[in-house]
Structures are given as structure tokens and as C-alpha cells.
């Protein structure tokens, strides 16, 4: 089925926030923000601002009649700052003009006085000064401390990665409006509706059910919109509570960049041990998680990062511990992976650094150390359904890697300046909120008279396909054609108290739940019927919109049926709710079984560099990976290169610069640079690996949104393969992304070139 979305995309009728006809009298939002990361306010004059012709208020935390906070995991962050300053960006006022050209004047006119206090932007910085958001955890299985000494070799070192700017096409936003009996209405591109609604209440002081948030659709979230977006609900549910108007803010492109948080850099530690069989006998990791000025998902992420520290290997002695460091940027939050990302750099670092120490390619320890079937992850989840091995094997054997590295070796011995590198990047991402309580969610379903029938979740559709997908889960259940079926917007009215659209888990639950709706409606049909048909319930199906009895197609069409129902008096509306069976996870133990599957692949990366100037090309990544059944291979195959492209953008690209007063340099689309069609692999094939998928999975189909993009982590042990193949000298760094300013000074380091030009400059 082709996406339900696709025509209007293309054709520019889909609609998005900014698209939404506003209201007569709306006014515009605009965010005065701190122009300094760390400082204590000493004076702010409004008065020029407030001024100016066509600015109708200036509101500031002293407006807010409920709580001035909007923290979702801990209550540590204020909507508007009050007295002191944490981030570069964070909102201090917010301006309501009659457009958003006069706020921006307005904006300009704002005078602030302040104490400028020290800042920290690294997390191994903060920890020394011990600025955590909250005290570190361990993950431990077996004992590494005594197997040290019965391990063959052991490496040590350091590997960093950096943050990601999420780069939604929609930037943040949001639109409200009062309505009656003192209620305001949200139109808000967020993954996390309710969110909305709730912090909205908390804000405002009122209770959740006077405030409705609706979601059409996102311009994309990439977990960027999954906590983030709720200060800019809440911002304008405040102004429109107020001031009794409209309010819209559509956040400028730079704006947005500067003000929100982005994927969490880390500063990690590593110890790896092998036995002279190249098994991974002891692995120990520290992770320094950059969280910024607040904690906002951080803990979360955090966790992700301890599951997903092995990656997809069994190792037996493991102790990895991580700190989330509190510095002065704005709070970093989610971004698809979610700290998974982070962790498997780290393994995927030491591995290479044993595999250059052993003079080996890295995929002889990969490959000896992929989980099975009956291994204990660290945090004591059985392996089941294991297709590490089987989308590995599949992988080198499709793609052939003799061939290929012979193909990179040839061409290495036969060019200069030009040098091939290749690398395989194995993937195991656990599905499941880590946070048990929030895997459940519910749907609506009404059956109109006519058959045609209509669809609310509580999931939200942000490019990655969802509402199609509802629509194939409805469509089979009824078994009725997929243009019947009409996917509603996500609204707090309709499906009330949901977990955000993220962790890869919104078609899982909110597809089940939809299933458990439209199978009792289901029910009720075969009922009406069994009666209608005067036979048994059990002889009756639904199939291609006719009534069978004993599978034999009848006269009653499903039309017909529908308003036999209705006249019946049965009910042809339905909810249902769904929630993960079999997953729990205890934080005191730091044991359990957190996740409902587990989604495995293999990816197989080539790239050119040019080591004349340190750019460098990837020519392919071919890769295994396991959908279980994927119910929609076009959106599927979509996640999967969306997600990789993204990946290798953020190893490779993707370079987020903030000074050392906390001041981000790399603040708009000439400073940051994100993957375009240039720079996209020259080659992607995806194989589906051959099986049955998972029950937990809708319709079998696996969750498929995050797990693609830790492919992109190939890309940078393929780019140093190449370099190394240049640069007998050069020093492995794992320091994410490998730009081409960091390529070129690798090509070069410790090379009598480069000594030779340092010793004429020096002269010069
Ligand atoms: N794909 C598109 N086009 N746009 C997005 O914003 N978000 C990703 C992924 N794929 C995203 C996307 C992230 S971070 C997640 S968690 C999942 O989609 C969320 O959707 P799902 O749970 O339906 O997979
Ligand atoms: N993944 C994504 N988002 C989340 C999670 C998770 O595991 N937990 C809370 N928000
Ligand atoms: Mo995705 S990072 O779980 O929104």
C-alpha cells in the first residue's frame, strides 16, 4: 500500500502547523532568550519593547498563575526564567505582537543587565566539578575486575561523539486559542500530545481537561519534538490564556537551533579484554553524558545508552557505568536512538582499537562475539528470537566481503591519493519504552452507516508512515478495502493519556490497540450476521467486503451489514488499549526483561577518501536487516535509508560547535551541515532477512524507525580503515564526526610532509 500521505505531500495540501488558517485577531509569540549561558539577572527593562506600536504584552514568569515549570522527568526547568540563567538561549520573556515582524523588533529593543558566572560545556569538566543531574547507574553482569588477568589483551581508551542538531523540516510550533468554560485548544507539532496537556495544565493551573491539544502532523520529529516541543504549546496556551486571543508562533529556523536541546554528546571511557580466541571476555565502559542545563529526557536517554552498550555481542563480564553531566547548554533530549547510538559507538570504538592493535580486521572480533539465542544481556534479558548471527551471516554472504575487500585492496595498491575502506557494522536495538510504565496505548474506532470508518490512536505521524499503517492494520481486521478507512488527527479528546510517539514502539502499541478495537466491533458484525445469515457465529467471516459463511461469499456486503447492525442498535464505535505484556525491569537490581524484541542487521560500508584533500565518498552500504514481516516495505525500506543517512550525517557531518562561553557557532544551515543527495551512500541495497517476526510486533512487522540509523556508525571505521591504509602513522581517534578537517589531519599526522611544512612555517 502506498502512504495514505504521499499525494498531498507531493502536491503541498498536507497540512502543518504553519498551515493551519489562523483565527481572526490572532497575535504572534516570539521568545525573548538569554543572550549568555550562565549569569544571574540583575535587571531587564521592558519598556522600549513594550513601547513599540502594534506589541501587545510582554509576558515573564511573574504572569504565570500555575507553576513556572515544564520539566517532564524532573522539576528542574522553568518555562521563563526567573532570577538566574543556564543555557545560551533559554527562555527568559515572551513577546505577543500583532505579527511576528514586530516581535522581532520588539525583541530587539529588550535591555538586560547580569552577573556573568563561569561556564561548563564539558561533561568530563562537569563531573570533576560533580554537576550531575542526577547520581550515576551500572549495569553489571559477571565480574570484569577478576577477569583482567586472564585476558589475552586489553585495550583501553577514550572515545567521544557528538551532539546532532535534529533538523525537522517543521521547525517547533504551536497555535491555541481559548475556548469555553475556560479551556484553551493546542494545535501542537509535538510526538508527545499529552505531554502537552499536561504541562499546559501545570503551567496554566488548571485542570488536564480543560486544555485539548491536536496533532495533524509532524515535518518530522526525530525525538527532537518528543519533550521539546512542549514549551512552545505551553507558551502559547499561556499567552492565550492571558490575553483571551489566539496565539500562533512558528519558530524561526535559527531561533529553534539556538533554544532547543539536540542528541547528547558523550565523553566515554573504555576497557576491553579478549581471550587469544577473540573472545570478548571483559568489557568496561564509562559514559560522560552531556545533558545540558536541565535534565528534560536525559536520565531516559541514559539509560538506553547502559542497554545498548554491547551492542549485539554476548559478553560475559561486564560493568559499564554512566553519568549525566549538567553543563551550560540547552538540556539535550531525545534523538532517534536515544543514547543507544552513544553506547555502540563506544564497543564499536574498542573493538577497532584491539582489532589495530592485533593487526586484524575488527569483523573477526565482531563476528566472534555476536549474541545467540540463551545469552543474558548485562541487564538480564534472556536473548530470544536472536537474528544477530543470522542477518551477519547473511550479510557477508549475499555481499560477498572477500570480494569486496579484495575489490578495496586492489584498489588501494593501484591508487595514490585515492583509498578504500570498509567496515561492518552489526545492530541490536531493544523495543520498548526502557520505562515499562509507558509502554500501552489506546484507540478509537467508529464504523459510520455509509462503511466508511474512522481512525484515532494515539500515535502521531511525523514522515515515518504511522497513519498508513493504522490505516493497514484496520483494513485487515475488517477486511475491507484501505480507502474506507480514514485516519484522524491525534487529539487528547479522543485518546486520552498517551506515551509519546517514539522509542520505535508507536505502530507496536498503537496498531495492537487498534487491533483489540476494531476485533471487538469485529465481533459484534459476525453477530448481526450470524442472525441476519441464520447460521452458526463460528461459519461466519468477513472477506473482500462480503459476509461468507463457510467462506463462501454471500449477498450481505459490508455496507449492508453496517446499517443491518445500526438498525440492530449494535454499537459500531469501539476502544481499545493495549499494553506490552511480559516486560519489567527493576532499577534497584538494574535487572529484568525491558523489552518486548529486540531488531537486529548488518551493515556492510565502503567509502572513498580523497587524501589529497580529506573529503572522502561513501560508495555503499549494503545491509541485512530484520523487519520480522514487514507489513509495508516501500515506508520500511524509507526508515531504513532515512535512518542510515542520518547516522552516517552524524559520524561523519554533523558538527555541533558551541564556544567556550556556551554560545553555538554552528547555528544555521551555512555553519551545520547535514547530509544532502551528494553526500548520500552511492549505493544502498536492503535485504529483508527471511523470517517469521515476532508476535509482540504489529502484524509480525518489527518496529523499524531508530534501529537503521546505528548503521551510519560504520561509516566512521570505514572512513579510518581508509586513512589507515593512507597513513601507516596515523593514530586511531575515536572522536565522532570525522569531518574532513579531521581526516586530512589524520592523513597527514606524523608524516614527514606534514613535518616538513610545519618546519617552513615556522621559519616563515
Ligand atoms: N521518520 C521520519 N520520516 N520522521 C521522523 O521524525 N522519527 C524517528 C523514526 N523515523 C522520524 C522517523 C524516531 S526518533 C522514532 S522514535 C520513530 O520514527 C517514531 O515512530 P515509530 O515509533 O512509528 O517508529
Ligand atoms: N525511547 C524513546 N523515548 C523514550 C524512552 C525510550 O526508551 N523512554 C522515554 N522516552
Ligand atoms: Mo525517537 S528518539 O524515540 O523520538
Not at 401 to 429: R, S, W, Y
Not at 438 to 443: K, S, V
Not at 445 to 450: F, R, S
Amino acid at each position: 500500500m502506498k502512504n495514505v500521505d504521499a499525494k498531498n505531500h507531493v502536491s503541498g495540501k498536507s497540512i502543518y502547523l504553519d498551515d493551519i488558517p489562523v483565527r481572526q485577531g490572532t497575535l504572534h509569540a516570539l521568545l525573548y532568550d538569554a543572550p549568555v549561558a550562565h549569569a544571574i539577572i540583575t535587571h531587564i527593562d521592558y519598556s522600549e519593547a513594550e513601547a513599540l506600536e502594534g506589541v501587545v504584552r510582554i509576558i515573564t514568569h511573574q504572569d504565570i498563575p500555575g507553576e513556572n515549570q515544564i520539566g517532564g522527568i524532573f522539576p528542574d526547568e522553568p518555562l521563563l526564567a526567573e532570577n538566574d540563567i543556564h543555557f545560551w538561549g533559554m527562555p527568559i520573556a515572551l513577546i505577543i505582537a500583532e505579527s511576528e515582524y514586530i516581535a522581532r523588533q520588539a525583541r530587539a529593543l529588550v535591555k538586560i543587565e547580569y552577573k556573568e558566572l563561569p561556564v561548563i560545556t564539558d561533561p568530563r569538566e562537569a563531573r570533576k566539578q560533580d554537576s550531575l543531574i542526577f547520581p550515576p547507574r551500572t549495569f553489571k553482569i559477571g565480574n570484569p575486575e577478576n577477569t583482567w588477568e586472564n585476558c589475552e589483551y586489553v585495550f583501553e581508551g577514550e572515545a567521544d561523539s557528538n551532539g546532532q542538531e535534529h533538523l525537522y523540516i517543521e521547525t517547533q510550533g504551536a497555535y491555541a486559542y481559548p475556548t469555553e468554560h475556560g479551556s484553551i485548544r493546542i494545535s501542537s507539532s509535538t510526538q508527545g500530545p499529552t505531554a502537552v496537556q499536561k504541562t499546559a495544565a501545570r503551567v496554566l493551573g488548571v485542570d488536564m481537561n480543560r486544555i485539548e491539544v491536536d496533532v495533524t502532523r509532524l515535518g518530522g520529529g526525530f525525538g527532537g519534538k518528543e519533550d521539546q516541543a512542549t514549551a512552545w504549546g505551553v507558551l502559547c496556551a499561556l499567552a492565550a490564556q492571558i490575553l483571551q486571543k489566539p496565539i500562533k508562533y512558528s519558530v524561526h529556523r535559527m531561533d529553534d537551533m539556538r533554544i532547543t536541546g539536540k542528541r547528547h554528546p558523550y565523553r566515554s571511557d573504555y576497557k576491553i579484554g579478549l581471550d587469544k580466541n577473540l573472545k570478548i571476555i571483559a568489557y568496561e565502559a564509562t559514559f560522560h553524558q552531556n545533558a545540558g542545563a536541565a535534565a528534560d529526557l536525559s536520565p531516559a536517554v541514559m539509560e538506553r545508552t547502559l542497554f545498548h552498550a554491547t551492542n549485539a555481542y554476548f559478553v560475559p563480564n561486564v560493568q559499564v557505568t554512566a553519568y549525566s553531566c549538567k553543563t551550560h547548554l540547552p538540556p539535550n533530549t531525545a534523538f532517534r536512538g536515544f543514547g543507544g547510538p552513544q553506547g555502540m559507538f563506544v564497543i564499536e570504538s574498542a573493538i577497532a582499537h584491539a582489532a589495530n592493535e592485533l593487526g586484524i580486521p575488527a569483523r573477526d572480533i565482531q563476528a566472534a562475539n555476536l549474541l545467540k539465542d540463551g545469552d543474558e544481556f548485562p541487564y538480564g534479558q534472556i536473548v530470544d528470537y536472536c537474528n544477530a548471527g543470522s542477518t551477519w551471516t547473511d550479510a557477508i554472504s549475499t555481499y560477498n566481503i572477500k570480494t569486496i575487500q579484495k575489490e578495496v585492496d586492489n584498489f588501494n595498491i593501484n591508487n595514490n591519493h585515492l583509498k578504500k575502506g570498509i567496515a561492518v557494522m552489526p545492530v541490536c536495538f531493544g523495543i520498548s519504552f526502557t520505562n515499562t510504565p509507558m509502554n500501552h496505548a489506546r484507540a478509537l474506532v467508529h464504523v459510520y452507516q455509509d462503511g466508511s470508518v474512522g481512525v484515532s490512536t494515539g500515535g502521531v505521524e511525523m514522515g515515518q508512515g504511522l497513519n498508513t499503517k493504522m490505516v493497514q492494520v484496520a483494513a485487515h481486521i475488517f477486511n475491507i478495502h484501505t480507502n474506507r478507512i480514514k485516519l484522524e488527527t491525534t487529539n487528547t479528546t479522543r485518546v486520552a493519556n498517551t506515551s509519546p510517539s517514539a522509542a520505535s514502539a508507536t505502530a507496536d502499541l498503537n496498531g495492537k490497540a487498534l487491533e483489540i478495537a476494531c476485533e471487538k466491533i469485529l465481533e459484534r458484525l459476525i453477530y448481526v450476521a450470524a442472525k441476519q445469515m441464520n447460521c452458526a457465529e463460528e461459519a461466519i467471516s468477513i472477506r473482500e467486503e462480503k459476509v461468507c459463511v463457510n467462506g463462501q461469499p454471500t449477498e450481505l456486503a459490508w455496507e449492508k451489514l453496517i446499517q443491518t447492525a445500526f438498525l440492530s442498535r449494535v454499537s459500531l464505535s469501539e476502544k481499545g488499549h493495549y499494553a506490552t505484556p511480559n516486560i519489567h525491569f527493576d532499577k534497584q537490581k538494574e535487572k529484568g526483561h525491558p523489552f518486548a524484541y529486540h531488531v537486529y542487521g548488518t551493515a556492510i560500508t565502503t567509502v572513498t577518501v580523497d587524501c589529497l584533500r580529506g573529503l572522502y565518498e561513501v560508495d555503499s552500504v549494503k545491509l541485512v536487516h530484520d523487519f520480522g514481516k514487514s507489513m509495508n516495505t516501500a515506508i520500511d525500506d524509507g526508515q531504513v535509508e532515512g535512518g542510515l543517512v542520518q547516522g552516517i550525517g552524524w559520524m561523519t557531518m554533523e558538527e555541533i560547535i558551541y564556544n567556550k562561553k556556551g554560545r553555538l557557532l554552528s547555528n544555521a544551515l551555512s555553519t551545520y551541515k547535514i547530509p544532502d543527495i551528494y553526500s548520500v551512500p552511492g549505493e544502498i541495497t536492503i535485504k529483508p532477512l527471511a523470517t517469521e517476526g515476532h508476535p509482540l510486533a504489529i502484524r509480525k512487522s518489527k518496529a523499524v524507525g531508530e534501529p537503521p540509523l546505528m548503521y551510519g556508525i560504520g561509516t566512521y571505521f570505514a572512513i579510518q580503515n581508509a586513512v589507515k591504509a593512507f597513513n601507516p602513522n596515523y593514530i586511531l581517534k575515536f572522536d565522532a564526526p570525522f569531518t574532513p578537517e579531521k581526516v586530512l589531519m589524520g592523513l597527514y599526522e606524523g608524516r614527514e610532509v606534514l613535518a616538513k611544512v610545519k618546519a617552513e612555517e615556522e621559519k616563515a
